[in-house]
C-alpha cells in the first residue's frame, strides 16, 4: 500500500475472530465494550497508527487499519479484551490488503454473517467509523472504504432478496419460541436486557406472537422505561428479576455483562422454563441445565438454524457477489489514482510557477496588460493539461509507473514526502 500515499504504515490489514472458529467462550473473552474500544483506538493513535476501525459485534470481533505489522494490531486487541495471545492464534485469521478489503466487503454486505444477509452489521461498521473519525484515526482510505461498503450493501438490499424475511438472530430466537413454545400467546415472557438484540428481540416478540404477558428488565430502568414505553411493555425493577423469573415460561437474556446474570440460584420455578441466551459473552450459567424443568438455548445454536427463507438467499449470493465486485472494483481505481496523485500535484504546482514567471514578465513587458483575465485563462489551461495526464495514467493499457516516471523527468519534478 505504500504506493497508493494513504498512510505512513506499509500494509493494511484485518485481524480477527469469528463464529467459524471461535465459540461464544472464545468470542465473549475477545469481545470489546464502547469503553474499551475508544480506549483502543487512542492508544493506537498513540503509537502512530492513522487509520483504524474496531467492530465488536455477537459473532465477532475484527480491527481493520494500518500498520507495519499485524502483531501491532493483535497486541491492541489483546491488551483491551480478556484474550492472550495464544488463544488468539488458535482461532483467527489475518488479511492483508486487497484481501483485507474483500473481506470487510463480505462482511459489511451480509455474507460472512453467522445468518446469511443479517444486515445489522453495517449499522454497526458506520458506528465503528464514527468513533475512529471522533478519534481522528480515519484517514480518507478507512473513509472511502466505508462509504464503500455502504453502497454495496445498500445495493444488495435494493436489488437481491438476500434479506428477505427477518434476518436476525433475534427473529431466529422468536421463530424457535415459536415453534418449540405450545399456546404462545397464554405463556409469560421475560427479557432481561435492552441492547440491541434484546429491542428486536422484543419488537419481533410483540409482532409474530401477540403476546400480552412480556415483561421487561433492565440494570438500568431508565433504558428498560424508555423500550417498554415505545412497546407498551410492563417494566420491572432489577431488584425484581428472580421474582419476575419465578412467573415466567420463557427467559430472553439479551444484556451486555462481561459475566453470566442469569444462574441456577436465581431460579426456583418448579414450571418449565425456556431460557435463550443472546449475549457474547454468555450471560447465563451453563449451571441452569442441572435444574429438571429448564431448558437452554444459546445465539450460537439459533444461528445454526436453518429453514425455507434462509435456503431462498442462498440462490442470491452470486448477485450479490456481482455486486460486491462492481462497487469494488471503483474503490480499487480510486485507490490507483493515489498512486499518481502526488506526481499530479507536483505537476501542477510546476506548471502554475511557469504561469506565474511568465505573467510576471508579461505585465512589465506589455501595457494595458489584464492580469485578471491571463490568471483566468492560465488556471484553466493548467486545469486542462493536468486533467489530460491524469486521464492518461487511469488507463489501463499503459504503465502508469513508467508515465510517472517520465512525467517526473520531463517536468523536473520534486515530490512532497512525509
Given at each position: 500500500?505504500?504506493?497508493?500515499?494513504?498512510?505512513?504504515?506499509?500494509?493494511?490489514?484485518?485481524?480477527?475472530?469469528?463464529?467459524?472458529?471461535?465459540?461464544?467462550?472464545?468470542?465473549?473473552?475477545?469481545?470489546?465494550?464502547?469503553?474499551?474500544m475508544?480506549a483502543?483506538?487512542?492508544?493506537?493513535?498513540e503509537?502512530?497508527?492513522?487509520?483504524?476501525?474496531?467492530?465488536?459485534?455477537c459473532?465477532?470481533t475484527?480491527l481493520?487499519?494500518?500498520?507495519?505489522?499485524?502483531?501491532?494490531?493483535?497486541?491492541?486487541?489483546c491488551?483491551?479484551?480478556?484474550g492472550?495471545?495464544?488463544?488468539?492464534?488458535?482461532?483467527?485469521?489475518v488479511?492483508?490488503?486487497?484481501?483485507?478489503?474483500?473481506?470487510l466487503?463480505?462482511?459489511?454486505?451480509?455474507?460472512?454473517?453467522?445468518?446469511?444477509?443479517?444486515?445489522?452489521i453495517?449499522?454497526?461498521?458506520?458506528?465503528?467509523?464514527?468513533?475512529?473519525?471522533?478519534?481522528?484515526?480515519?484517514?480518507?482510505?478507512?473513509?472511502?472504504?466505508?462509504?464503500?461498503?455502504?453502497?454495496?450493501?445498500?445495493?444488495?438490499?435494493?436489488?437481491?432478496?438476500?434479506?428477505?424475511?427477518?434476518?436476525?438472530?433475534a427473529?431466529?430466537?422468536?421463530?424457535?419460541?415459536?415453534?418449540?413454545?405450545?399456546?404462545?400467546?397464554?405463556k409469560?415472557?421475560?427479557?432481561f436486557?435492552?441492547?440491541?438484540?434484546?429491542?428486536?428481540?422484543?419488537?419481533?416478540?410483540?409482532?409474530h406472537?401477540?403476546?400480552p404477558?412480556?415483561?421487561?428488565?433492565?440494570?438500568?430502568?431508565?433504558?428498560?422505561?424508555?423500550?417498554?414505553?415505545?412497546?407498551?411493555?410492563?417494566?420491572?425493577?432489577?431488584g425484581?428479576?428472580?421474582?419476575?423469573?419465578?412467573?415466567?415460561?420463557?427467559?430472553?437474556?439479551?444484556?451486555?455483562?462481561q459475566?453470566?446474570?442469569?444462574?441456577?440460584?436465581l431460579?426456583y420455578?418448579?414450571?418449565p422454563?425456556?431460557?435463550?441466551?443472546?449475549?457474547?459473552p454468555?450471560?447465563?450459567?451453563?449451571?441452569?441445565l442441572?435444574?429438571?424443568?429448564?431448558?437452554?438455548?444459546h445465539?450460537d445454536?439459533?444461528?445454526?438454524?436453518?429453514?425455507?427463507?434462509?435456503?431462498?438467499?442462498?440462490?442470491?449470493?452470486?448477485r450479490?457477489?456481482?455486486?460486491?465486485?462492481?462497487?469494488?472494483?471503483?474503490?480499487?481505481?480510486?485507490?490507483?489514482?493515489?498512486?499518481?496523485?502526488p506526481?499530479?500535484?507536483?505537476?501542477?504546482?510546476?506548471?502554475?510557477?511557469?504561469?506565474?514567471e511568465?505573467?510576471?514578465?508579461?505585465?512589465?513587458?506589455?501595457s494595458?496588460?489584464?492580469?485578471?483575465?491571463?490568471?483566468?485563462?492560465?488556471?484553466?489551461?493548467?486545469?486542462?493539461?493536468?486533467?489530460?495526464?491524469?486521464?492518461h495514467?487511469?488507463?489501463?493499457?499503459?504503465?502508469?509507473?513508467?508515465?510517472?516516471?517520465?512525467?517526473?523527468?520531463?517536468?523536473?519534478?520534486?515530490l512532497?514526502?512525509?
Amino acid at each position: 500500500m505504500k504506493d497508493y500515499h494513504i498512510s505512513k504504515h506499509n500494509s493494511f490489514y484485518t485481524i480477527g475472530l469469528n463464529y467459524k472458529k471461535a465459540d461464544a467462550e472464545v468470542r465473549g473473552k475477545f469481545s470489546l465494550d464502547e469503553a474499551s474500544m475508544t480506549a483502543l483506538l487512542a492508544k493506537a493513535k498513540e503509537q502512530g497508527i492513522d487509520g483504524l476501525l474496531a467492530t465488536s459485534t455477537c459473532n465477532r470481533t475484527e480491527l481493520h487499519g494500518f500498520a507495519q505489522h499485524p502483531f501491532q494490531l493483535i497486541k491492541l486487541l489483546c491488551d483491551f479484551s480478556l484474550g492472550s495471545v495464544e488463544e488468539f492464534q488458535e482461532v483467527a485469521y489475518v488479511y492483508k490488503n486487497k484481501e483485507a478489503i474483500s473481506h470487510l466487503f463480505r462482511v459489511g454486505t451480509g455474507l460472512d454473517s453467522q445468518i446469511l444477509g443479517d444486515f445489522e452489521i453495517i449499522s454497526q461498521l458506520k458506528q465503528s467509523f464514527f468513533r475512529s473519525k471522533k478519534q481522528d484515526i480515519a484517514n480518507p482510505f478507512i473513509e472511502r472504504l466505508v462509504n464503500a461498503v455502504i453502497q454495496a450493501s445498500k445495493r444488495i438490499k435494493n436489488e437481491t432478496e438476500i434479506s428477505s424475511g427477518a434476518t436476525s438472530v433475534a427473529f431466529a430466537s422468536v421463530q424457535y419460541i415459536l415453534n418449540n413454545v405450545e399456546n404462545i400467546f397464554e405463556k409469560n415472557i421475560l427479557l432481561f436486557g435492552t441492547g440491541k438484540i434484546g429491542r428486536n428481540t422484543c419488537e419481533n416478540l410483540i409482532k409474530h406472537t401477540k403476546n400480552p404477558h412480556i415483561t421487561l428488565i433492565n440494570r438500568t430502568k431508565e433504558k428498560a422505561d424508555k423500550v417498554g414505553g415505545k412497546f407498551n411493555l410492563t417494566v420491572k425493577d432489577y431488584g425484581d428479576l428472580q421474582a419476575e423469573i419465578r412467573k415466567t415460561d420463557v427467559l430472553v437474556v439479551a444484556t451486555g455483562a462481561q459475566k453470566p446474570t442469569v444462574c441456577k440460584e436465581l431460579i426456583y420455578t418448579k414450571n418449565p422454563l425456556l431460557i435463550l441466551d443472546l449475549s457474547i459473552p454468555k450471560n447465563v450459567d451453563d449451571n441452569v441445565l442441572e435444574l429438571d424443568n429448564v431448558s437452554l438455548l444459546h445465539l450460537d445454536h439459533l444461528s445454526q438454524m436453518t429453514d425455507e427463507t434462509l435456503e431462498k438467499r442462498k440462490l442470491f449470493i452470486p448477485r450479490a457477489e456481482a455486486i460486491i465486485e462492481e462497487v469494488k472494483e471503483d474503490f480499487i481505481q480510486w485507490l490507483e489514482t493515489r498512486k499518481f496523485a502526488p506526481v499530479i500535484k507536483a505537476l501542477k504546482m510546476k506548471l502554475k510557477t511557469m504561469k506565474d514567471e511568465e505573467l510576471d514578465y508579461q505585465s512589465k513587458k506589455t501595457s494595458n496588460f489584464d492580469a485578471e483575465q491571463a490568471e483566468i485563462i492560465s488556471n484553466r489551461i493548467i486545469q486542462k493539461i493536468t486533467k489530460q495526464f491524469a486521464n492518461h495514467l487511469k488507463d489501463d493499457t499503459i504503465d502508469s509507473d513508467s508515465s510517472l516516471e517520465l512525467i517526473q523527468k520531463v517536468f523536473q519534478l520534486e515530490l512532497e514526502t512525509k
